[in-house]
């Protein structure tokens, strides 16, 4: 069936440094979303991409969906310690548009 | 900030007991999901609704039911919980938008405890 893939699990990062989590689908996604989860918290919807080739940004966050439309990364650049959380992604499934989920990427800010 | 609200938010209980957990959201979406979700961890669809009187299973297998009476109201009932249950749930809801769906809101959970 379709799986949505997502890597790293965890990235550990010195404050300053930049972070990039990696999702890649079994099949070709109408839509890919993001969501932010902090520790304790609930899913918190970021950006949705739909064209092939889209990069969006959000001030030090940028989103980048592939030509063929299977992948997507985040990439945050110097990382803060309010970036803290698990950031997933999520596409819809071709027969009844239900999101599946990658596992999510974890973001440890090193003390 | 969504319009999504779920009770209780903590809740201990013992083996055996039936339990209800409440969800409800004023935005009119047809669409609404319960996930588990282990802290930090990944979500797992458990029940899915297109609308009123629609209800669905997701991928994990779950000894819960649910129903939908009302478009706003999508409660979950255990009706026999066990330790395995100890869990976060979360509701969440989306809108049809032709074709597809808009993004999930997600209410706040409930941190579930068997004991």
């Known amino acids: 069936g379709q799986q949505v893939m997502q890597i790293p699990q965890y990235q550990h990062v010195q404050e300053g440094e930049d972070f990039t989590t990696y999702c890649n689908s079994s099949?070709?996604?109408?839509?890919i979303q993001w969501y932010k989860q902090r520790p304790g918290g609930h899913p918190v919807f970021l950006i949705q991409?739909?064209?092939s080739g889209e990069v969006k940004k959000q001030k030090r966050l940028t989103f980048q969906f592939g030509e063929a439309k299977k992948n997507s990364s985040l990439h945050i650049t110097a990382t803060q310690t309010t970036d803290v959380g698990t950031y997933f992604c999520?596409?819809?499934?071709?027969?009844?548009?239900?999101?599946?989920w990658g596992a999510g990427t974890k973001l440890i800010i090193k003390p | 900030e969504a319009d999504i609200y779920q009770t209780p938010r903590y809740l201990v209980i013992g083996t055996g007991k039936k339990i209800t957990l409440e969800c409800s959201q004023t935005?009119?979406?047809?669409?609404m999901y319960w996930y588990q979700q282990d802290p930090g961890m990944e979500l797992h669809l458990i029940h899915y609704s297109y609308g009123v009187n629609s209800t669905e299973k997701g991928d994990l297998s779950s000894e819960s039911t649910v129903s939908r009476i009302r478009t706003e109201h999508f409660p979950l009932t255990l009706e026999s919980a066990r330790p395995s249950h100890t869990s976060q749930y979360l509701c969440?809801?989306?809108?049809?938008?032709?074709?597809?769906?808009?993004?999930?809101?997600f209410g706040q959970g409930t941190r579930l405890t068997v004991v």
């Open positions: 099949t070709t996604l109408s839509n």
């Open positions: 969440a809801s989306s809108a049809q938008q032709g074709w597809r769906y808009t993004e999930a809101f």
């Open positions: 935005m009119g979406h047809d669409k």
């Open positions: 991409l739909v064209k």
């Open positions: 999520a596409g819809p499934m071709d027969s009844n548009y239900q999101l599946i």
